[in-house]
């Protein structure tokens, strides 16, 4: 399942957070790349842990822990702190599945990826190229957005980015380890909270059903989530 946030970092914050990254050094990407990973990677990233990282990550996470919809569609356990990366003309990052287990350099901090997040940091038209491209269950899908807004989807999925045509793609991306570990269990628990929402908006949280619906997805989410 793939969800877009639209809105995730309003046209200020992201302001905020390319002034914070764009004045910091940048390191070859394949600091963080499995083997598999650093054949068909090619792009720029900043150093995991450096200060501009931290700060800008930051913003991120608070970000993330502010938005309704990204807690329903990830029910977050863990997040790893946000990374940065950027790709110039001819870059790119060929098909790949994300490391299952990241373990943060220096840290005992550890997190199994069960879904993977892009927030885009660039204007769309400043670049051709530079699409996220998934293959997950119901098809390809093709993923360029705003700047500001997020996209989440399965760590599990194969997926690449377009070659950068013109101009510079810059992004934050990161992974997080869901408290349901099941795609379809946590998807099936989001078409529910979605439902509920709607409901509790056309009928009032007061409602009988609407309160027992809501049991049940507390309910269910007691039986699958690791807390
Ligand atoms: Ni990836």
Do not use: C
């Amino acid at each position: 399942m793939m969800i877009s946030v639209p809105d995730l970092l309003d046209t200020d914050t992201v302001a905020r957070v390319r002034q914070i990254i764009d004045a910091a050094p940048w390191i070859n990407g394949n600091a963080t790349s499995g083997p598999q990973a650093a054949l068909a990677k090619n792009n720029e990233q900043l150093a995991e842990g450096s200060p501009a990282a931290r700060e800008a990550g930051t913003i991120i996470l608070n970000a993330l822990g502010n938005s309704p919809l990204f807690f329903a569609a990830a029910l977050p356990l863990k997040v790893y702190p946000p990374l940065f990366n950027r790709y110039g003309e001819g870059q790119t990052f060929g098909t790949h599945v994300d490391n299952a287990v990241r373990i943060q350099r220096g840290s005992d901090f550890r997190l199994r990826s069960d879904l993977s997040v892009t927030v885009f940091l660039e204007d769309p038209d400043a670049y051709d190229g530079g699409v996220l491209v998934v293959e997950d269950y119901f098809g390809t899908q093709q993923v360029k957005l705003p700047a500001g807004h997020a996209v989440v989807y399965p760590s599990s999925s194969l997926h690449h980015v377009t070659p950068v045509t013109r101009g510079v793609r810059t992004a934050s991306f990161f992974w997080l380890q869901s408290m349901v570990r099941d795609n379809d269990a946590r998807r099936l628990l989001f078409g529910l909270d979605q439902s509920i929402q709607r409901l509790t908006g056309q009928l009032g949280g007061g409602d009988r059903s609407v309160i027992e619906l809501t049991g049940t997805y507390h309910n269910l989410l007691r039986r699958w989530a690791d807390a």
